[in-house]
């Protein structure tokens, strides 16, 4: 156990990065982020000891606090890209050993993020709309049955007189 302390890998600044990027997405699984990057069975031990001496680790820690911090201002990000997220969904969708249900709700967001359906899913093609406008007759309501007909043939005067002048 002595000379698993002494390994090299626990003082490899790279795997303690990554570690602290895990552990902040993931406070409550140290030992799993550990596991993730000691994931051979013969380093079970290693992943132990590692989840247990990079938590108190100064590096460690300040890694942690430095990515905490660049969340807060938007200079960095451990959430994975758009691409990335869809990928998980799709592999995750992909996987025999899920239930049906759990595999559509993956697939389903796979296609949202993909932006195949859902909110920001593209508008399918428009056909182009033709209209045409028509002169006609307009009739305004004149009350009575005698001023009606009186400015219906004035109108009609009118529009024969300009359908003359255009021809």
Known sequence: ???????????????????AREWLRRPHE???????????PEDCNL?????GVWQIDPFVLDEKRRLAEGLLTGETSILPSKEKAALIAFEIAEEKSRGVNERLTALRLACDIAGYTGV?????????VNLFVNKVM?????????DWTKAAVGQQRGLVAEARAEA
């Open 47 to 51: 992943s132990a000891i590692a989840a």
């Open 30 to 40: 140290a030992f799993s982020c550990a596991i993730e990057l000691f994931p051979l």
């Open 120 to 128: 920001k899913a593209a508008a399918p093609p428009v056909s182009p």
């Open 138 to 146: 307009k009739v305004v309501d004149k009350g009575n049955e005698r």
């Open 1 to 19: 156990m002595d000379d698993l302390r002494n390994d090299p890998r626990l003082k490899d600044d790279g795997l303690r990065r990554i570690y």
